[in-house]
């Protein structure tokens, strides 16, 4: 299976978990759009893919919350390439407090990034999608799809909902050769998750060793870190999958942390 001139959408792909997603499938042979906040680093790492090849990226400003924004992001990859086969609904934040003292602000802003983010890109692809009778659509879930952590509410909540929202995409997609699945990786080592390291050991009371090796990594087999290649790949796989046998699934990569 390879991603050969498939054009895909991988949201918040200027870096982290995004970006490795997005040379896998530049390495697999597709056309990706890097879609990010700020376009200069998107067009950056879109450079950086293209030269590796042997498919294509190239960079678009997107910020996920603003439906304006979202619905040209994708018009404009379907005017440059002519459809799409495959979005990655990736881009994400986070947010730790306490439940008691968790701004009713951020509280917003988190979900909004999740799951607005998630609404409005599938609902922009969709046309595309259905138009060619095909396509996968893969949601960036977390361990916290299936497990809650205190000072996580948001995060928790968002996640856990895109797990109601890629199965109602399978259902209706799935007449139109529409795929939806979840990805829920546990720890991995980006800039998302070196933030939160000194934030919980203060909100904690705790050593930044300990947030690593108790409240990261106690609970997976081995006490290692999940990688951004490891996630690349489970997306690769859902992305590259042929038919409707796969979908409505989702798929936990953690090092055993969350057995089902
Ligand atoms: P990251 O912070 O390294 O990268 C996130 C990217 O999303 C950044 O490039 C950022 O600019 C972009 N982004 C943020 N808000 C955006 C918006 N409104 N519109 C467009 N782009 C936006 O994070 P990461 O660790 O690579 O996380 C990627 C996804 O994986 C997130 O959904 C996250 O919840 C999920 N995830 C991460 C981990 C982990 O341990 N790192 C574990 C499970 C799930």
Not at 133 to 154: D, F, N
Request: hydrophobic share 45%; glycine share 10%; proline share 3%.
């Amino acid at each position: 299976m390879n991603l050969e001139n498939k054009i895909c959408i991988v949201t918040g792909a200027a870096r982290g978990i995004g970006a490795t997603i997005a040379r896998r499938f530049v390495a697999s042979g597709a056309k990706v759009a890097i879609a990010d906040l700020n376009l200069d680093t998107a067009q950056e790492t879109a450079a950086e893919l293209t030269k590796a090849g042997p498919g294509q990226a190239m960079g678009i400003a997107m910020n996920v919350t603003d439906e304006d924004a979202v619905n040209a992001g994708v018009q404009a990859v379907v005017d440059n390439w002519g459809g799409i086969d495959v979005l990655v609904s990736n881009a994400g934040i986070q947010i730790v407090h306490e439940l008691q003292d968790f701004p009713f602000e951020d509280w917003k802003k988190l979900l909004s990034v999740h799951l607005d983010g998630a609404f409005l890109t599938t609902k922009a692809c969709l046309p595309h999608m259905y138009k060619a009778g095909s396509g996968s659509i893969i949601l960036m879930g977390s361990v916290h799809s299936k497990e809650a952590s205190p000072l996580k509410s948001a995060y928790v909540t968002a996640k856990h909902g895109l797990l109601g929202l890629g199965r109602v995409i399978a259902k209706e997609g799935a007449a139109h050769g529409v795929r939806a699945n979840v990805i829920c990786p546990g720890f991995v080592k980006t800039p998302l998750v070196e933030k939160q390291i000194p934030e919980q050991a203060a909100e904690l009371g705790i050593s930044e060793e300990e947030v690593v090796n108790r409240i990261m990594l106690g609970g997976t087999v081995d006490q290692e870190f999940t990688t951004v290649e490891d996630v690349a790949e489970i997306a690769h796989l859902f992305a590259a999958f042929p038919t409707n046998a796969l979908t409505g699934q989702s798929m936990v990569v953690s090092h055993g942390w969350f057995m089902e």
